[in-house]
C-alpha cells in the first residue's frame, strides 16, 4: 500500500507513544516493524476514545506504529476496516468489530449485513 494516511512511522515506545500521540482523540493505527526505510504493518487497530492509551498496551509486540486522530469512533472504526481490507495485515485473524448496538457497517464489505 503507497500511503496509508497515516501520520508517523514512530518508534512503539513510552516515550515514542508519549512524544507523538499528543491528543486525547479517537484514532486508528498500524503496528509493525521498520526495516531499511520501509515500515511493514503486522496489525490495525483503533482506539474509539484515546489512540494514544491503547497505543501504549501495545508495547513490547511490535517496534514501530503509524496512527491517526479522527473526530469521531465512526470515523475511526471505518478507518480501521479501511486499512483492513487495503493491507490484509497478518495479525488481524477477524474483521474489526463494531460497537455493540452502533448498527455501523463496513465501507469495504456486507460483513454486518
Known sequence: MA?????GTFPLTNDGV???VVSSSPGAYALG???DGTFYISYVGRSDTEVGR???S????HTAFKYEYYDS????F???CRLYHEISPPENKVHPD???NSGWKCPDCDIFG
Not at 500511503?3 to 501520520?7: I, V
Not at 501495545?58 to 509486540?61: E, P, R
Open 78 to 80: 471505518e478507518k480501521e
Open 3 to 7: 500511503n496509508s494516511g497515516l501520520r
Open 54 to 56: 491503547r497505543l501504549l
Open 18 to 20: 508519549k512524544n507523538n
Open 58 to 61: 501495545h508495547i513490547g509486540k
Open 73 to 76: 469512533p465512526k470515523a475511526a
Open 33 to 35: 516493524e521498520k526495516r
Open 98 to 100: 463494531r460497537p455493540n
